[in-house]
């Protein structure tokens, strides 16, 4: 499932792991185990979306689990490597 309408960059760092953000956040199971592991609350989460620290723990949830990096990264039209790179790009 494509969220977006335009394909993110990955030249845009933030864009790409708010993008892929999103996509965690469509699976009910998959968003409460990201919330579970970053021991964020859903009101947390809303306050902290441009902060380079909760934007590289979303590629760090997505990298940590294989399938949901490679899920995402297809839904999200870039690839893995690509998605998994933004991390370091963030800085934080």
Avoid at 20 to 29: E, I, K, R, Y
Wanted: hydrophobic share 45%; with cysteine.
């Amino acid at each position: 499932m494509t969220i977006l309408r335009d394909t993110p960059s990955p030249a845009d760092p933030q864009a790409l792991a708010l993008n892929a953000l999103g996509w965690v956040l469509v699976d009910q199971d998959r968003a409460e185990r990201f919330l579970s592991l970053t021991g964020l609350s859903p009101e947390e989460l809303r306050a902290s979306l441009g902060e380079p620290g909760t934007l590289t723990a979303v590629i760090e949830f997505l990298c940590s689990h294989e399938p949901d990096l490679l899920a995402a990264a297809d839904a999200l039209g870039v690839t893995p490597q690509a998605l998994a790179a933004t991390r370091e790009r963030l800085g934080a």
